[in-house]
């Protein structure tokens, strides 16, 4: 009924730059908060930013100053840009949402698959 599909991953050199983008469709009512996690080799999976449907953002310490978290309401589209990059941010960034499906009442969590980030050189 929801998909919820990331983009934008692939390989960066240290220093460098990469935008993700989300988008959630199918048969939804609304889209509350969005969110951006990731989850490297090894490690549990962390929460990087959020943001909600009006705007409010939220940032993890490492993610702060580095990258930037940002939503398109109309196109049910979150993005987060990245700047700066380690080695340390290698990592599956996956996009969760909360969406409140047609026909439904309550908000219930939605993940994507992932898209994969690795800074090497």
């Known amino acids: 009924q929801v998909q919820v599909v990331e983009s934008g991953g692939g390989l960066v050199q240290p220093g460098g730059s990469l935008t993700l983008s989300c988008t959630a469709s199918?048969?939804?009512?609304?889209?509350?908060?969005m969110a951006w996690y990731r989850q490297g080799p090894g490690k549990q999976r962390e929460l990087v930013a959020s943001?909600?449907?009006?705007?409010?953002?939220n940032y993890t310490s490492f993610a702060k100053g580095r990258f930037t978290i940002s939503r398109d309401n109309a196109k049910r589209t979150v993005v987060l840009g990245m700047n700066s990059l380690k080695p340390e941010d290698t990592a599956n960034y996956l996009c969760?949402?909360?969406?409140?499906?047609?026909?439904?009442?309550?908000?219930?969590?939605?993940w994507g698959q992932g898209t994969l980030v690795t800074v090497s050189s």
């Open positions: 969760n949402a909360m969406i409140v499906v047609r026909g439904q009442v309550w908000a219930r969590e939605h």
């Open positions: 943001i909600e449907s009006g705007g409010s953002t």
């Open positions: 199918g048969r939804i009512l609304s889209v509350g908060t």
